[in-house]
């Protein structure tokens, strides 16, 4: 089986690093985006051969061109994109300013739209593109009014994607990740005990008793992105441990 090439936006920690780490573990060839050269180096440097990073803010159109020349220039095609780069910034929806509503919007909305579309022309057919969402979706939880929306409104593209990018062989699915221990609680604003709390709330309610960890997302992004799941078209595989059942 030839090696596959996937780009992973926002590879450098958590998620996107667990499933960076999966997919070289399989043979893959691996391009991981951070906004950051010092983050970036470190992951690369964990991460080793088969592994490249690129420096690129997924809030900036400038950057996700340059993040695309330089992919064609060096790998000519790839085939599979892992939406992943994302914030989350706890805020009470009457005290959400337009800084943060922007700023959310700009990176979890509106730089993978624009990510995806930019990707087109390089991406094989067949190809995946694979979006990172979330639980948010459909249960609600204060304090994410912003974070939510930007999530589902990721989620409704994915159906239209699937019907324009039919005939190129393009097709979209989504894995939507309950609670997961990552470092994207410490950006979010929350105090150490608030992030405790939640952690040890999931942990006692979850019926696979404990929190879920980016290893355990990372095979399934390794299914939607591998040929096992050509058929699959606007599927969204919910990995929460059952907290939502």
């Given at each position: 089986m030839s090696t596959k090439t996937i780009v992973i936006t926002g590879g450098t920690t958590g998620i996107g690093f667990s499933c960076a780490e999966y997919l070289l573990g399989l043979n893959y060839q691996v391009i991981i985006t951070g906004k950051t050269k010092d983050n970036l180096d470190s992951a690369v440097s964990k991460l080793g051969n088969n592994s490249v990073g690129i420096l690129s803010d997924t809030s900036s159109l400038n950057d996700i061109d340059?993040?695309?020349?330089?992919?064609?220039?060096?790998?000519?095609?790839?085939?599979?994109?892992?939406?992943?780069?994302?914030?989350?910034?706890?805020?009470?929806?009457?005290?959400?300013?337009?800084?943060?509503?922007?700023?959310?919007?700009?990176?979890?909305f509106k730089g993978a739209f624009f990510t995806i579309?930019?990707?087109?022309?390089?991406?094989?057919?067949?190809?995946?593109?694979v979006l990172n969402t979330s639980i948010v979706v459909f249960k609600a939880f204060a304090d994410t009014s912003v974070y939510t929306a930007s999530k589902a409104a990721l989620e409704s593209l994915s159906k239209v994607l699937?019907?324009?990018?039919?005939?190129?062989?393009?097709?979209?699915?989504?894995?939507?990740?309950?609670?997961?221990?990552?470092?994207?609680?410490k950006k979010s604003g929350m105090s150490d005990d608030a992030i405790d709390n939640l952690l040890k709330h999931f942990s006692s309610t979850s019926p696979i008793g404990r929190i879920i960890q980016p290893t355990d997302i990372a095979p399934i992004v390794e299914f939607l992105l591998s040929d096992k799941s050509q058929v699959l078209r606007n599927e969204k595989i919910i990995v929460d441990g059952g907290t939502t059942l």
């Open positions: 340059n993040l695309v020349s330089q992919v064609k220039s060096r790998f000519g095609k790839i085939d599979g994109l892992f939406i992943n780069a994302g914030i989350f910034k706890a805020s009470n929806f009457e005290q959400t300013s337009e800084e943060l509503f922007d700023q959310t919007m700009n990176i979890n579309q930019k990707f087109i022309p390089i991406l094989k057919n067949p190809s995946s593109v699937n019907i324009e990018l039919a005939d190129k062989g393009i097709r979209v699915n989504i894995v939507s990740p309950g609670v997961t221990e990552s470092p994207i609680q």
